[in-house]
């Protein structure tokens, strides 16, 4: 799935368009590395989101093309 889907499914960014921007900006990160909005995300990456307020670290547990509000959080971990 790609990084800027999986951002909007997620709920850590309200649009797919925000996801995309920011990751033209330079502002995402996936392994360490900053990625394009086309990067392809694998169970078990760990991402690094900048936001103006920090950087909010996850690990990516499971792809779904669609989920529930209640159910979103069950994509990802958040890491310290």
């Known amino acids: 799935m790609r990084i800027d ?15 995309q921007e920011a ?18 995300l694998k169970q078990g990456d760990l991402v690094e989101v900048s936001f103006s307020s920090g950087v909010l670290r996850f690990r990516v547990l499971e792809l779904k093309e669609t989920v529930k509000k209640e159910e979103a959080s069950t994509l ?3 890491v310290g």
Do not use: H
């Open 5 to 19: 889907k999986f951002l909007k499914v997620s709920r850590i960014l309200k649009r797919r368009t925000v996801a």
């Open 23 to 40: 990751a033209q900006a330079g502002k995402i990160a996936v392994n360490g590395r900053e990625v394009k909005p086309s990067y392809r």
């Open 76 to 78: 990802y971990e958040i």
